[in-house]
């Protein structure tokens, strides 16, 4: 397979860190003088080290997706002083400082319109054709603008595989990223005022620990991110390395059951189960029943009030909002109410629900990806985006080959990230930690696809027919 040649390294000169240092030094110095001009103080310290980290990673795609994560995680963290509305002026400018440079390569490269690449920038024509009848047109011009940002820089880092140990180091920047966001996250558990630490749902009365976000769910969605990735390079680590990757499984854990997120954990359930199934056949039958076994025992023990916690029949009423969203994909079944703004819906008179986290406009959770796509774009659009999107693994998985060991990223992560689209709303076009491994593992396997693809057409080109004639002898 013929694969782009590997980016070299790049090392910023020592000069620019003694210059950073330098920096920041004399605004602690100012800052410890004044604190009236702090915050001002802060703000350009803060500019001048994101510029020089987005400089810096550039031209190391592995860190570039460690940054990508980080912004996506931590930039609308509950500890910065801003307010919901206000959250886009941090996650923006980083995401256009971090991405720009991609988006200038990505688009020089042929291979941007070729296959699933192109049909992604397709999907993203009509989320800006869209803009001219949304219900709210700048959210989607923002959003698709974030979804664009980060799309090609996913790209752009899939691009740089070469091998399977590339893959490997990309996934275990990721879990850098994912490790340095947990961290985070325990420190908001120690240093944040408990009452946004915990979430005490109004109905039940279950305290869940939502830390440093705005969900508890999302604290789910990091812990299924981390033990699927996690998972798939366990194989590729060793001594202490693999260590520290056992302790932040542990840790986004016990995190994820402290969230009281159920649906990320039956995805990896799940995933784990086909998994076993694809690789040892009918040999994980036992293994299969062991675990469930054992899992169950502990649940029942453990907590046995935590798979029949809420209202489980209806979902915890995702199925009322479920029908609704239906009926408005029937009054626009072809081309929707524009690009991510479905939250906006349920603002209707003859919305069945007036309480809770269905008041924020655009951005309400319908708690269902699918049912949000069709909303947001239409239901030729949603089955536009299933047919590219699982083209590239449905053929890999026909397939014999797989150098770049992908089957297990698609069990382990893709299939478990799928199935949280069903009860959740949050993995949408490349966003949060879930979005992006997911977008990056279809980069890839659409990148195999794509060049399985070339190889076999050259292989199988016809000859060039050579036609020879007879020498033809006098005789007598």
């Given amino acids: 397979m013929e694969c782009a040649q590997p980016s070299r390294t790049y090392k910023p000169p020592a000069s620019a860190m003694l210059c950073g240092m330098a920096v920041l030094g004399l605004l602690a110095l100012l800052m410890l003088q004044s604190r009236n001009v702090a915050l001002g103080i802060v703000g350009i310290a803060g500019g001048i080290l994101m510029i020089w980290v987005a400089w810096r990673v550039q031209r190391d795609e592995a860190q570039l997706l460690c940054a990508l994560l980080v912004i996506e995680e931590l930039s609308g963290a509950t500890f910065l002083p801003l307010t919901d509305n206000q959250h886009y002026m941090v996650r923006y400018p980083l995401l256009i400082a971090f991405c720009v440079t991609a988006v200038w390569t990505g688009s020089r490269r042929m291979e941007i319109w070729r296959g699933g690449f192109r049909d992604y920038l397709i999907y993203f024509g009509l989320g800006v054709i869209s803009i001219g009848y949304s219900l709210v047109p700048e959210y989607s011009a923002a959003r698709i603008g974030a ?229 947001s774009l239409g239901v030729p659009a949603l089955l536009f985006w299933v047919f590219f999107f699982m083209r590239p693994w449905l053929a890999l998985l026909r397939s014999k080959e797989d150098p770049w060991n992908l089957k297990p990223l698609f069990f382990l992560v893709v299939v478990p990230v799928l199935l949280l689209d069903f009860t959740e709303g949050t993995a949408g076009e490349c966003r949060f930690a879930v979005g992006i491994i997911a977008t990056l593992g279809w980069a890839l396997a659409e990148r195999w696809r794509l060049a399985t693809r070339q190889r076999r057409a050259a292989t199988v080109s016809p000859q060039p027919l050579i036609l020879t004639t007879p020498s033809l002898r006098r005789t007598g």
């Fill in 147 to 375: 979804a664009f940002l980060i799309f090609m820089g996913i790209v752009t880092i899939a691009w740089s595989v070469t091998d399977r140990k590339s893959v490997d180091r990309l996934l275990k920047w990721y879990l850098i990223g994912t490790g340095i966001v947990w961290i985070v996250v325990l420190l908001g558990m120690v240093l944040m005022s408990q009452d946004l630490v915990w979430d005490v749902e109004k109905v039940s009365g279950v305290v869940r620990l939502r830390s440093i976000y705005g969900s508890p769910n999302a604290i789910g969605e990091m812990a299924l991110a981390t033990i699927g990735t996690g998972m798939v390079v366990w194989g590729s680590m060793d001594g202490w390395k693999r260590v520290l990757l056992g302790a932040e499984m542990a840790i986004a854990l016990a995190l994820g059951v402290l969230a009281d997120s159920r649906s990320p954990f039956v995805g990896v359930a799940v995933g784990g189960l086909l998994y076993l199934i694809w690789r040892y056949r009918m040999r994980a039958v036992p293994m299969i029943v062991v675990l469930g076994v054992v899992s169950v025992g502990l649940v029942s023990q453990l907590n046995p009030k935590y798979l029949t916690r809420g209202n489980v029949s209806s979902l915890t009423g995702r199925t009322e909002i479920w029908r609704f969203a239906i009926e408005k994909i029937e009054q626009r079944p072809l081309f929707g109410w524009g690009f991510e703004v479905e939250g906006e819906i349920m603002k209707a008179r003859d919305f069945p629900i007036w309480w809770g986290p269905w008041e924020e406009g655009p951005r309400s959770s319908l708690h269902n990806e699918y049912l949000s796509k069709a909303v």
